[in-house]
Nanobody, 116 residues
Framework: QVRLVESGGGLVQPGGSLRLSCDASGSSFSFNLMGWHRQYPGYKRDLVATMTRGGETNYADSVKGRFTISRDNGKNTVYLQMNDLKPEDTGVYLC??????????WGQGTQVTVSS
């Protein structure tokens, strides 16, 4: 089991910014994929952004140009810089990692609320 420690969520006004962090440094595994999904109450999880070890990124269309994912492979940490936040970005953001042999793990989630 991989322990993922998420931080950085909170309440922000529309147009504001937040930076999420997900720390998997307690794991000895190496992750070929790290990223973030978003979940609304009663809805499935939707991909927000992912990044491979080599730096290839994938973003949901709704966040392109506003969110930036990055990772520190040495620290097994992934970040999500979220700018120009909109009310529809509100949700629980869950960290996601996948090992080289395909084992997925999820964090507990951090709440992001965008409201005036």
């Amino acid at each position: 089991q991989v322990r993922l420690v998420e931080s950085g969520g909170g309440l922000v006004q529309p147009g504001g910014s937040l930076r999420l962090s997900c720390d998997a440094s307690g794991s000895s595994f190496s992750f070929n994929l790290m990223g973030w999904h978003r979940q609304y109450p009663g809805y499935k999880r939707d991909l927000v952004a992912t990044m491979t070890r080599g730096g290839e990124t994938n973003y949901a269309d709704s966040v392109k140009g506003r969110f930036t994912i990055s990772r520190d492979n040495g620290k097994n940490t992934v970040y999500l810089q979220m700018n120009d936040l909109k009310p529809e970005d509100t949700g629980v953001y869950l960290c996601y990692v996948r090992t080289d042999w395909g084992m997925p793990s999820w964090g507990q989630g951090t709440q992001v609320t965008v409201s005036s």
